[in-house]
C-alpha cells in the first residue's frame, strides 16, 4: 500500500509540474522617433532687407542699395 500511495504521489506531482503554466515575459514597450530632416537647399520667400548668402562657390550679400558678390575668382559690388 505504501509503494502504491508513493507511486501515485509522484504521478501526481509530475504532472502538477508539467502542467505548471509557463510564465510569459511581458511585451516590451517599443517606441519610436521619427526625424525629419529639413532641405537647406530649399529656397526661402524673398523678403525686403539684408540677404546674406553663403555657398561652396562664395558670398552673396545684398542691402536693398547694395550688392556685393565675392567669389573664388574675384569680387563684385554693384550699388543701386
Avoid: H
Avoid at 48 to 54: F, M, P
Amino acid at each position: 500500500m505504501k509503494k502504491l500511495s508513493l507511486a501515485v504521489s509522484a504521478l501526481a506531482i509530475l504532472f502538477f509540474v508539467s502542467c505548471k503554466e509557463e510564465v510569459k515575459e511581458q511585451p516590451v514597450n517599443e517606441i519610436t522617433i521619427e526625424q525629419t530632416t529639413v532641405d537647406s537647399t530649399a529656397a526661402a520667400p524673398e523678403e525686403e532687407g539684408t540677404k546674406i548668402k553663403v555657398n561652396s562657390d562664395g558670398v552673396k550679400y545684398s542691402d536693398g542699395k547694395t550688392e556685393v558678390e565675392v567669389s573664388k575668382d574675384g569680387a563684385e559690388a554693384k550699388k543701386k
